[in-house]
């Protein structure tokens, strides 16, 4: 009879639960769920979403759509107002209100007193963009477990050949991948991978 789950168990199974908050994601754009943990037990949970009381893009009038036709007469649309004006995948992020999935449980555990301190954050995503991947190193977490693409061999990584999630785009001007990958190494984050696969089957 087997006792104990292994450590691998573990994380597929926080990264099903990462998929599961990421479905509470309302961003247009893109959907990401974040689980932090220490010792298997979790510290806080995030999706990438407009701060406290923020109304979220569908539920707002977006000044920056007066700069777009034909989305001039404030309606709601179904469009991620980056996309109104024009912006491809991960550009003109000047213009969204949404915090990162990564950096929303850094924030909520800073908020309810929790420490951050050798915690392991799991993304359903690939690589956390350079942005977040400062904010993680400056909160003390020391694991990441992010999303590879099928047929990637697990927990391997090379630094000349970044994991990216399928479907992610490497040359998006904002979320460059391999410097973040770089600085999780200089910093001595330790950067684990999970494929999709394995979080359905597991």
Not at 95 to 104: F, L, P, Y
Not at 120 to 125: A, D, E, G, I, V
Not at 176 to 184: D, I, R, T
């Amino acid at each position: 009879m087997k006792e104990h789950r292994t450590q691998r168990e573990w994380d597929i199974q926080f990264m099903k639960e990462a998929k599961l908050w990421m479905g509470m994601s309302k961003c247009l754009s893109r959907k990401i769920g974040t689980v932090l943990v220490r010792g298997n037990q979790v510290v806080a949970t995030g999706y990438n979403g407009p701060p406290s009381g923020v109304p979220h893009c569908d539920y707002r009038e977006i000044d920056v759509a007066k700069r777009c036709a034909p989305y001039t007469d404030h309606s709601i649309e179904d469009k991620c107002p980056r996309q109104r004006l024009g912006f491809p995948s991960g550009e003109g992020m000047e213009h969204c209100v949404a915090v990162h999935a990564e950096v929303n449980p850094i924030m909520q555990a800073a908020r309810e007193g929790r420490s951050t301190l050798g915690t392991t954050l799991y993304c359903y995503c690939g690589t956390p963009c350079v942005n977040c991947m400062k904010e993680i190193i400056q909160a003390g977490i020391k694991r990441i477990v992010c999303l590879g693409k099928s047929g990637e061999i697990p927990y391997i990584r090379t630094m000349d050949k970044p994991l990216i999630k399928d479907g992610d785009n490497a040359s998006k001007k904002d979320y460059n991948f391999p410097l973040s990958e770089q600085l999780a190494k200089e910093a001595g984050v330790q950067l684990d991978v999970i494929t999709e696969d394995e979080v359905k089957n597991g």
